[in-house]
């Protein structure tokens, strides 16, 4: 039972980059699955998040509008695309897959990927 990030890097003020997540051995469709971040020194917070069916979204004030999640349950993938990123988007970000039944079906968090903006 695992989920996987991949797809951080150095990009420049004002780029894109897009991160990838993948989940393994349980069923992804059931999971709402959540991007985080924590910069260095600051709380982790709640970037991004899509419902395990139907699709809905949410996401933090200020990524609204340039950061999209998007899920394919078919790939067991969960993808954030990051446009228009600042030096104030530097950070890990997590991957994590949480239902309303977390006894029954426990939280997973990723290990993380390193998005660093600078130029």
């Known amino acids: 039972v695992q989920v996987v990030e991949s797809g951080g890097g150095l990009v420049q003020p004002g780029g894109s980059l897009r991160l990838s997540c993948e989940g393994s051995g349980f069923t992804f469709s059931l999971y709402t699955m959540n991007w985080y971040r924590q910069a260095s020194g600051k709380e982790r917070e709640l970037v991004a998040s899509?419902?395990?069916?139907?699709?809905?979204?949410s996401y933090l004030n200020a990524v609204q509008g340039r950061f999209t999640i998007s899920r394919d349950n078919a790939k067991n993938t969960v993808l954030l695309q990051m446009n228009r990123l600042s030096p104030e988007d530097t950070a890990k970000y997590y991957c994590?897959?949480?239902?309303?039944?977390?006894?029954?079906?426990?939280?997973?968090w990723g290990r993380g990927t390193q998005v660093t903006v600078s130029s």
């Open positions: 899509i419902r395990g069916t139907g699709g809905a979204t």
């Open positions: 994590n897959a949480r239902t309303y039944a977390p006894a029954t079906y426990p939280e997973i």
